[in-house]
């Protein structure tokens, strides 16, 4: 996943990063730190899967099979 893409399209959404950190069930750093790349890429299931759900919600217009945005490996 390229958390920090869906981090920052759910804050362009119109949601701070405390409200994100709740929804997510995890710190205010962590969303943070996911924003700027670097948190290293990973993250617990959970905070996952809550983290995906905000973004079909929020970014993809309630779309459950909306795939979030996946890193790129260069060629």
Same mark, same amino acid.
């Given at each position: 996943?390229?958390?920090?893409?869906? @981090?920052?399209?759910?804050?362009?959404?119109?949601?701070?990063? @405390?409200?994100?950190?709740? &929804?997510?069930?995890?710190?205010?750093?962590?969303?943070? &730190?996911?924003?700027?790349?670097?948190?290293?890429?990973?993250?617990?299931?959970?905070?996952?899967?809550?983290?995906?759900?905000?973004?079909?919600?929020?970014?993809?217009?309630?779309?459950?099979? &909306?795939?979030?945005?996946?890193?790129?490996?260069?060629?």
């Amino acid at each position: 996943m390229d958390w920090v893409r869906i @981090v920052n399209d759910i804050r362009q959404s119109g949601l701070t990063q @405390v409200q994100i950190a709740q &929804a997510a069930g995890c710190l205010q750093s962590t969303v943070s &730190a996911l924003s700027r790349g670097e948190h290293g890429g990973r993250v617990s299931f959970g905070v996952g899967a809550k983290l995906i759900d905000l973004w079909r919600e929020r970014c993809a217009g309630g779309d459950s099979n &909306a795939q979030p945005p996946q890193v790129t490996q260069a060629a």
